[in-house]
T-cell receptor, first 118, second 111 residues
């Protein structure tokens, strides 16, 4: 069975600094997708960044980038120039197709609570 | 955005009562999902649907049932609510291998 591990329950970073959130996963699949979602206090789940396993190039979205190490099954999120609005819970998620139903299933990590300090 | 509306947003009820949560989407996404979110567990899949009248169980399905009579609506029912089902419930929709879109969640408290 697939698992997703986020080993840092809580982290803090000074405004304008850089922080890296870790995520490791376990799978025997070769075709899958990885995501980072942000959940601010408003409770919304907001997609931050997406990585396809077949792509070697690390995904980047403005101040957010990932370090995807497929062999090591690691998918860390780097936030550069941290802003107060980045304060949130961050979830790593693994997605793969479920062959029997044609749907795609997510498995989530337990989350990392990030606090950006002024 | 996928246009997902969850109702109600908050509910308090008593142990043993039936509860139904509704998820409504306007984007015609084929796949719909119900998750629960609890501290220390992230989001866990309860049930999902891959089409009208086509549903299947997730990892924490005991005590829950679902129905999908039309593409837009996915209902989650707790037949006889228990205190262990106090949680925040999220609905999500998906289209093939695209990222799932989430509703704003329903906070359910069972006393």
């Amino acid at each position: 069975a697939q698992t997703v591990t986020q080993s840092q329950p809580e982290m803090s970073v000074q405004e304008a600094e850089t922080v890296t959130l870790s995520c490791t996963y376990d799978t025997s699949e070769n075709n899958y997708y990885l995501f980072w979602y942000k959940q601010p206090p408003s409770r919304q789940m907001i997609l931050v960044i997406r990585q396809e396993a077949y792509k070697q190039q690390n995904a980047t979205e403005n101040r957010f980038s990932v370090n995807f190490q497929k062999a090591a099954k690691s998918f860390s999120l780097k936030i550069s120039d941290s802003q107060l609005g980045d304060t949130a819970m961050y979830f790593c998620a693994f997605m793969k197709p479920a062959l029997t139903s044609g749907t795609y299933k997510y498995i989530f990590g337990t989350g990392t609570r990030l606090k950006v300090l002024a | 955005d996928a246009g997902i509306t969850q109702s109600p947003r908050h509910k308090v009820t008593e142990t043993g009562t039936p509860v139904t949560l509704r998820c409504h989407q306007t984007e015609n996404h084929r796949y719909m999902y119900w998750y629960r979110q609890d501290p220390g567990h992230g989001l866990r899949l309860i049930h999902y649907s891959y089409g009208v009248k086509d549903t299947d169980k997730g990892e924490v399905s005991d005590g829950y049932s679902v129905s999908r009579s039309k593409t837009e609506d996915f209902l989650l029912t707790l037949e006889s609510a228990t205190s262990s089902q106090t949680s925040v419930y999220f609905c999500a929709t998906g289209l093939n291998n695209q990222p799932q879109h989430f509703g704003d969640g329903t906070r359910l408290s069972i006393l």
